[in-house]
């Protein structure tokens, strides 16, 4: 399986806060998880070194949404408060639509105008 596509201290940046233990391997599963959910919408990008901006931002974001959320809480309650995620918010490493949108854009994958056969009228499907 080939690396993560971004590191542990980028994404520590991002959290604004240091990972030490349990918190420092869920996050390394967490890039892990997020390089295969950006590969299997875009490219190998064998080479973490060569992977445009805008993917590496994509595996950061996926893997902040599951270390600040790791259960997949779309609710919280305490007394009088709470706090609530909107359906649509990803959880876990899932990716957004603007966010597999854009990991195609940086393949080169997808876009376009596409024709179909259609079987009724003469084309093999």
């Known amino acids: 399986m080939p690396g993560p596509l ?11 806060y240091p990972l030490i233990g349990t918190d420092l391997a869920m996050a390394e599963a967490a890039l892990a998880d997020a390089s295969a959910m ?3 919408h875009g490219l190998a990008w064998a080479d973490p070194a060569a992977v ?8 950061l974001a996926a893997a902040e949404r599951r270390v ?3 259960e997949g809480y ?18 876990g490493v899932e990716l957004t639509t603007g966010e597999a949108r854009l990991i195609r854009g940086a393949a080169g ?3 376009g105008v596409f024709a179909v056969p259609i079987a009724g009228l003469g084309g093999s499907l």
Not at 6 to 16: E, F, I, P, Y
Not at 52 to 59: A, L, M, N, T
């Open 6 to 16: 971004a590191t542990v201290d980028q994404l520590t940046a991002r959290l604004g």
């Open 38 to 40: 950006v590969r299997a």
């Open 52 to 59: 445009p901006d805008v993917v590496r931002s994509v595996v």
């Open 68 to 70: 600040r959320n790791p």
């Open 74 to 91: 779309r609710m919280e309650m305490q007394g009088s408060y709470s706090y609530q995620l909107p359906a649509s918010t990803p959880v």
């Open 109 to 111: 994958i997808g876009g």
